[in-house]
């Protein structure tokens, strides 16, 4: 039987952070009530006209810069002519063969480890539509539709990826890479719930090592990761049972029912797509510089990839470590501040990746909205090393400090959680302690090394976890052995 | 290009697109005038216009942007004034996927090769 390999292309949507519409100066806020964000540009009234906001074009190039595009010397909006309920004019202004961004590439990290790069074909500024609420349980069962055009022309981008994808794996690293590159250089706020992020699947299958490109189906409008990954598996199996039943998959658009988790035809009303793309005649071209992407480059922060490399290379963090920490940009700034008060980077990857983001689970925040800063957290691992406390006793202090944000310092004095390592109060200790119980004394000199764990957990007991733990089993080693 | 040199326009598929309900004879007669227009601006493929920049626009300027500063928008009473239909916050039309109809499928090619 033929083995099949997927061919994977994916269309993301950003929705760009600005304050404002694409071509108008309606504001771009989520959740507003519906139709209250509209003007006569953005319903599409006769004889308005588009102006460019440049803050969207200054994010696309961002964007561009950050996946190693190359700009555009000049740029041209092209009109793309279809009837849909949810657009205004009857037509969105788009980019074709002039787009802002072209090449590039985004870096994903293969399940086995490797590096693999998936090129970018092209990074276009175009205009939302409206959005549509379907008067039925779905598109396929409504009678009638609700439109709310207040997304109507908010500025997205549309990242066209090569169909260089072969796994539902590298599918869904390439999405989660993308979203942190752009989250990283504040374009979009990549909220899937509030469908800032949304994704468009191409998808096909060929015989393994072929280079010929079977037949495509495209599933449109994703609005989640795991939608994408459910899609992926279903039509990877829907062709592939096709192909080997001897029929053939059809070149076609189809809708995605994450209810009953299966795809359909879309039986469209909206013609055959031929949507007459010419030069939009309202809008001039744009030429943006080379000294304003000077400009913009110099602006962009260190990214993940280089982060991750910096990470392994000069602090010799882990793989899995690096590509954490890298992978979240809050987490990554955190990491690089604390490090300027302390220096031991692992000690500082174990607890951001441990206690300070099993807070953040539990407290559902994240590491820009900490109570505690950096120095803070680096004052709380020197007390560690200098015998102050220990590292039980300072997961308690961290909880406090992420409650109040009081200095660690602070926090040991006033609960007089000082470690005690004063050798002659521990030995006072010890010895009564080891004299009053001679049975697990005896059985610790006759071998059997759990028994001094008793004694440890009853010091331990004693003095509310404040004792220093290697001295205090040094001394107990010394004081029962001792009294042979 | 036909055999008398003149366009061939499919007048039918391009009332579609416009979502236009032409009778017969207006058939016959916008394919005939399309077609006039067509041949006319044809006259253009004569000019050679070897190492001439494509031209995308007309106007004289380049480069003309606004700043990201919201403005007043309209009320949703004024919004929704010249509406055909409503319901309650909303623009109203009727539903988008018909039954019976064919596939859209109309992309053209076969690949996946990018648009």
């Known amino acids: ?484 | 290009m036909g055999a008398d040199g003149r366009s061939q326009v499919d007048i039918g598929h391009l009332a579609t697109l416009a979502r236009l309900n032409l009778k017969p004879e207006e058939c016959a007669k916008f394919q005939e005038q399309i077609e006039d227009i067509l041949a006319y601006v044809d006259k253009l493929s004569q000019l050679n216009v070897d190492g001439v920049e494509p031209m995308t626009t007309a106007l004289p300027m380049i480069n003309v942007f606004r700043d990201d500063t919201p403005h007043e928008t309209l009320s949703r009473d004024e919004a929704m004034r010249n509406a055909p239909d409503k319901e309650g916050a909303f623009f109203k039309v009727p539903r988008i996927i018909q039954d019976g109809e064919a596939p859209d499928d109309g992309e053209g090619g076969d690949s996946n090769a990018s648009k």
């Open chain 1, 1 to 484: 039987m033929t083995t099949w390999e997927p061919v994977i292309g994916l269309e993301v949507h950003a929705e760009l952070a600005t304050r404002t519409k694409l071509f108008c100066a309606c504001p771009t806020e989520f959740g507003a009530e519906p139709n209250t964000l509209v003007c006569p540009r953005c319903l599409g009234m006769p004889g308005t006209l588009p102006v460019l906001n440049k803050q969207a074009l200054e994010f696309a190039i961002r964007a561009g810069l950050a996946f190693d595009c190359q700009i555009a010397e000049h740029i041209v909006f092209e009109r793309k002519n279809y009837f849909y309920p949810d657009l205004s004019k009857g037509y969105q202004i788009s980019q074709l063969s002039q787009a802002v961004a072209t090449g590039g590439q985004v870096n994903i990290v293969t399940d086995d480890g490797n590096e693999k790069q998936i090129h970018i074909t092209q990074i276009q500024l175009e205009e939302e539509a409206g959005k549509s609420i379907h008067g039925g349980a779905t598109i396929r069962e409504a009678t009638f539709t609700l439109e709310d055009f207040n997304r109507c022309g908010i500025p997205l981008i549309e990242i066209i990826s090569e169909p260089e994808m072969h796994s539902v794996e590298e599918a869904k690293a390439y999405l989660e890479k993308l979203k942190t590159v752009l989250l990283y250089i504040g374009v979009s706020d990549c909220k899937m719930e509030e469908g800032s992020l949304r994704c468009d699947v191409n998808i096909s299958l060929r015989e393994a090592g072929s280079d010929r490109l079977g037949r495509r189906a495209e599933i449109k409008n994703l609005n989640s990761f795991r939608a994408v990954v459910n899609v992926l598996e279903y039509e990877i199996q829907r062709q592939t049972e096709l192909l080997n039943s001897g029929g053939t998959v059809a070149r076609e658009t189809r809708t995605w029912d994450e209810g009953r988790g299966e795809s359909f035809s879309m039986r469209s009303k909206e013609e055959a797509h031929d949507y007459r793309f010419f030069p939009e005649p309202d809008l001039a071209p744009v030429e943006p510089g080379q000294a304003w992407i000077a400009e913009i480059k110099a602006t962009l922060p260190e990214l993940p990839d280089i982060k991750r490399r910096r990470y392994v290379e000069e602090y010799g963090l882990p793989l899995y470590d690096a590509e954490l920490i890298s992978g979240n940009r809050e987490m990554a700034d955190f990491f690089d501040k604390t490090l300027q008060y302390y220096k031991d980077p692992k000690a500082i990857s174990n607890w951001l990746m441990g206690e300070v983001s099993r807070l953040n689970n539990q407290a559902e925040t994240g590491f820009d909205k900490l109570r505690f800063s950096p120095q803070q957290l680096g004052e709380l691992l020197a007390m560690i090393d200098n015998g102050q406390i220990s590292t039980k006793i300072a997961k308690t202090v961290l909880e406090e400090m992420f409650a109040s944000g009081t200095a660690p310092a602070s926090i040991v004095e006033a609960r007089g959680l000082m470690q005690i390592s004063d050798q002659g109060a521990l030995e006072t200790m010890i010895n009564s302690l080891v004299d009053a119980n001679p049975g697990p004394a005896e059985d610790y000199r006759n071998g059997r090394d759990k028994a001094l764990g008793f004694f440890v957990g009853q010091i331990m007991k004693e003095t509310k976890g404040r004792a220093n733990p290697v001295l205090v089993t040094d001394l107990l080693k010394e004081a029962i052995l001792g009294k042979k």
